[in-house]
């Protein structure tokens, strides 16, 4: 069984610039969250969707953004990027009722 | 305001003893706890998880334990092997409620066992 993709695995940006990051979850697997992790703040929530719906939503300001598709995969948006959002990116998976949300790899951002 | 608190940033073991992981949490409206161990540049890889109602959970070499008049859990790994080293998250969630989805983590905890 396959488990969490994420695409792309590193990205260069530059400030100002956005970026959409993909999350394909685990087959059946309907829920799908967003988690960005830096050395300063650790692993912190970003989303969670479900059956296309967001059902919550972490500490972060307007300019992250996220959508989940009918097939259940998932992007999330960053628009005017800043130095600060440099991060790894995971994005995990879980089924309806089941809370062991199982990680991608994640997608290192770099914002320069 | 951290609600889940993993205060030893790094733990150091022989191969063959027992590891003892911490955890704090500060939010009476956490019912689920999870572990993860993560290894550089690679996602967190789900270890084992624990519900309220129980004060103990075991898989293979894993045993987490809650306390929750405390608000503290634990993992134990026993014995531990020098493939163990990796940062270990505690998580927790209000699985009863309608954030289950929503994990708060720990710091993390450096683990190296040494051969």
């Known amino acids: 069984k396959a488990g969490v993709t994420q695409t792309p695995r590193y990205l260069i940006k530059t400030r100002g610039q956005q970026v959409t990051l993909s999350c394909s979850p685990i087959?059946?697997?309907?829920?799908v969250s967003w988690y960005q992790q830096t050395p300063g703040q650790g692993l912190q929530f970003l989303f969670e969707?479900?059956?296309?719906?967001?059902?919550n939503k972490g500490n972060f300001p307007g300019r992250f953004s996220g959508r989940q598709f009918s097939n259940s995969r998932s992007e999330m948006n960053v628009s005017t990027l800043e130095l600060g959002d440099s991060a790894l990116y995971l994005c995990?998976?879980?089924?309806?009722?089941?809370?062991?949300?199982?990680f991608g790899q994640g997608t290192r951002l770099t914002v320069v | 305001d951290q609600q889940v608190k993993q205060n030893s940033p790094s733990l150091s073991v022989q191969e063959g003893r027992i590891s003892i992981l911490n955890c704090d949490y500060t939010?009476?409206?956490?019912?689920?706890f999870l572990w993860y161990k993560k290894y550089p540049a690679e996602g967190p890889t789900f270890l084992i998880s624990?519900?309220?109602?129980?004060d103990k959970n075991e898989d293979g070499r894993f045993t987490v334990f809650l306390n929750k008049s405390a608000k503290h859990l634990s993992l134990h790994i026993v014995p531990s092997q020098p493939g163990d080293s990796a940062v270990y998250f505690c998580?927790?969630?209000?699985?009863?409620?309608?954030?289950?989805?929503?994990?708060?983590f720990g710091q993390g905890t450096i683990l190296t066992v040494h051969p």
């Open positions: 995990a998976s879980s089924l309806q009722l089941n809370t062991e949300a199982f």
């Open positions: 087959s059946g697997h309907r829920s």
């Open positions: 969707y479900f059956s296309e719906t967001q059902r």
């Open positions: 939010n009476s409206m956490f019912d689920y």
């Open positions: 624990i519900s309220s109602i129980k």
């Open positions: 998580a927790a969630t209000n699985a009863g409620g309608t954030s289950y989805g929503k994990l708060t």
